[in-house]
């Protein structure tokens, strides 16, 4: 299999999401940096260091034999020379489910190398239940940072 070269961070970032929806195990870490130093936090899962975390991390949700559909949203790009930032809205669908997910806030970070762009860290955090974020700020939970 030959690794694609990704031109931009853009181009990174859609086969992300294609392998995702694919639950394509290789076509997801041809995005990924090969490297010890890259991270995954999965929604409500712990922080997965290195390549060998991230890949195990990513065949065990494959496993389940899910598909997935993703329509992203409210994207918003910090695009850089050697590094981009991407924060943005996961609406997933569940093949065969037609019951709603809930929306996933995530944030990509890709890596300009000498292979093209390639993913070293991915954090989805699940979005607050709208209605929720309407609290006065007198009476909502003291922010932590």
């Known amino acids: 299999m030959t690794t694609p070269l990704f031109p931009s961070a853009q181009d990174a970032e859609a086969a992300f ?24 936090v999965h929604p409500q899962g712990p922080r997965l260091l290195g ?10 949700i494959f496993a389940s034999g899910d598909r997935l559909t993703f329509r992203l949203a409210s994207q918003h790009y910090l695009p850089g020379m050697m590094m981009a930032v991407h924060s943005v809205h996961e609406h997933i669908t569940v093949a065969g489910d037609p ?3 809930h929306q996933i806030i995530a944030t990509n970070v890709y890596l300009r190398t000498v292979r093209g762009w390639r993913m070293v860290a991915h954090h989805a955090s699940p979005a607050p239940t709208p209605g929720t974020v309407t609290e006065e700020p007198s009476q909502a939970a003291p922010l932590l940072h």
């Open 99 to 101: 019951r709603g997910r």
């Open 51 to 60: 390549a060998e975390q991230v890949r195990e991390s990513w065949r065990q």
């Open 17 to 40: 999401y294609d392998a995702f929806a694919r639950g394509d195990l290789e076509a997801m870490m041809t995005v990924w940096a090969d490297d010890d130093d890259i991270y995954c």
